[in-house]
């Protein structure tokens, strides 16, 4: 799982936590349904966004199927999102792995840049980013923007150098984002809202990127690895601000959106996008990060999955802010079959 979104469903509360899940739920399905099983490894947290924002603009009610017993769910079946939202999430999460894929195939990071692996791994992004043109081109989405905006992305990097503008590298992830962004406008009929949620995609593609530059940062420099900051030499300082902008520009322009029910995509376009910077900087061991929310460590590249708690912690309606597990005791007294998505955070009672 990666994407710098997090959910905690202490935050959202019981009912809007079972509408991220029903989304992440219906995701994962939609890849494999459309794609095989291998591609449900493509399932991340910020393409889920895409989904999110054709359901929160659609005037009818949720579109949802019946979903077999998953682990992740406690074993229990499950009312997941169905239909061309988390189609088109599905085309964009395709295409933000096959980029991560082909990163490391250029890096040699990882398994899949082994030297064995890395034709196999090269196939696999060739392939995704096949299949997800074509489910596009039926969702009316030319994913033709996607596709360039990867093979753009090498050449400005490969050009980039003391002096460059970030920005210029930042690019090409914002204007692919800010196209699937603005897609969602017209699968919810609600044309209008292109301008702004474009603007939005723009800059939560930049932010994406950059706090991706900087979580490598260190590590990239110490290995000789390409870096974004170092190539451009652009300080640590610089970037915090871009993304201070960015996520203040996010909250101005959503206030232009018109949404038939905006909470869920509100909390994570604002507050979880705020922390996701704060918690990124902090991590890195930049000063000036701010407090991270939820300080356990993962590793490098890595996101903490959304843990659904146990079985009757998920999918019980709450009030918005209600603690969805009511009686259950904190810290080293609470019930040994209770999981809790955010042990160590300070945003409820489960620290």
């Known amino acids: 799982m990666f994407g710098i979104i997090r959910p905690c469903r202490h935050r959202l509360g019981g009912a809007l936590a079972a509408a991220w899940t029903a989304q992440l739920c219906g995701l994962c399905l939609a890849l494999c349904d459309d794609y095989g099983q291998t591609a449900r490894i493509a399932t991340n947290y910020d393409g889920l966004v895409v989904s999110l924002l054709v359901e929160a603009q659609s005037a009818g009610r949720p579109t949802r199927r019946k979903a077999g017993r998953c682990p992740l769910r406690g074993m229990r079946r499950a009312d997941v999102a169905a239909g061309e939202c988390v189609r088109l999430a599905a085309v964009v999460s395709l295409a933000l792995a096959a980029a991560r894929v082909r990163d490391h195939v250029a890096d040699r990071d990882g398994m899949l840049g082994a030297i064995g ?158 922390r996701a910077v704060s918690r990124t900087f902090t991590r890195a061991g930049y000063p000036g990060g701010g407090e991270d929310p939820n300080p356990r460590k993962t590793k490098k590249g890595q996101q903490d999955p959304i843990s659904f708690g146990d079985q009757a912690g998920y999918a019980q309606p709450a009030a918005e802010g209600e603690n969805p597990n009511p009686g259950r005791k904190s810290g080293r007294g609470r019930s040994s079959s209770y999981v809790c998505c955010c042990d160590g955070c300070d945003c409820c009672d489960c620290s």
């Open 117 to 274: 692996m890395r034709p196999a791994a090269r196939r696999i992004a060739e392939r995704w980013v096949r299949q997800g043109t074509d489910t596009g081109h039926a969702l009316g989405f030319d994913t033709g923007v996607l596709v360039a905006a990867m093979d753009r992305q090498a050449a400005l990097e490969a050009s980039a150098g003391p002096g460059s503008s970030l920005l210029l590298v930042t690019e090409p992830t914002e204007t692919a984002v800010a196209a699937a962004f603005a897609h969602t406008a017209v699968l919810a009929g609600r044309p209008d809202n292109r301008a702004p949620l474009r603007e939005i995609g723009q800059l939560f593609g930049r932010v994406a990127h950059l706090l991706d530059a900087v979580e490598d940062h260190r590590d990239d420099v110490a290995q000789g690895k390409w870096n974004p900051l170092a190539a451009t030499e652009t300080p640590v300082e610089a970037a915090r601000a871009l993304c201070d902008d960015a996520v203040l520009g996010i909250e101005l322009a959503l206030a232009d959106v018109e949404f038939t029910d905006g909470r869920l995509v509100h909390r994570q376009l604002t507050g979880e996008v705020r």
